[in-house]
């Protein structure tokens, strides 16, 4: 079983800057990428950014100068640094992460959410 248990959302006013961080624990066999995600009230998932174990980021084009993704020696731990936060970056973060677990099975796994407001 794969567990992804996400931090560090919260209320910040704008300008502001949070760090979400995102583990994966259970039966993992290798991790190939892992990502963030979000979704506003009434709108759809969207991408936000992420990163391979090649290192490669990826960004979706709002947040780009403004967020960095980072992981963490083990790989098993992924980051989002959100500065210069805007109200617009209100949303619930998801981590994504692309994996293959123990019964060889690769699939992207979800965490539960965490829920980043920025509001003066």
């Known amino acids: 079983q794969v567990q992804l248990v996400e931090s560090g959302g919260g209320l910040v006013h704008p300008g502001g800057s949070l760090r979400l961080s995102c583990a994966a624990s259970?039966?993992?066999?290798?991790?190939?990428?892992m990502g963030w995600y979000r979704q506003a009230p009434g709108k759809m998932r969207d991408f936000v950014a992420s990163?391979?174990?090649?290192?490669?980021?990826n960004y979706a084009d709002s947040v780009k100068g403004r967020f960095t993704i980072s992981r963490d020696n083990a790989k098993t731990m992924v980051y989002l640094q959100m500065n210069n936060l805007k109200p617009e970056n209100t949303a619930v973060y998801y981590c994504?992460?692309?994996?293959?677990?123990?019964?060889?099975?690769?699939?992207?796994?979800w965490g539960q959410g965490t829920e980043v407001t920025v509001s003066s």
């Open positions: 259970g039966t993992i066999v290798a991790i190939y990428s």
């Open positions: 994504n992460v692309d994996l293959l677990s123990s019964n060889y099975r690769r699939e992207g796994y």
């Open positions: 990163i391979n174990n090649g290192g490669t980021h």
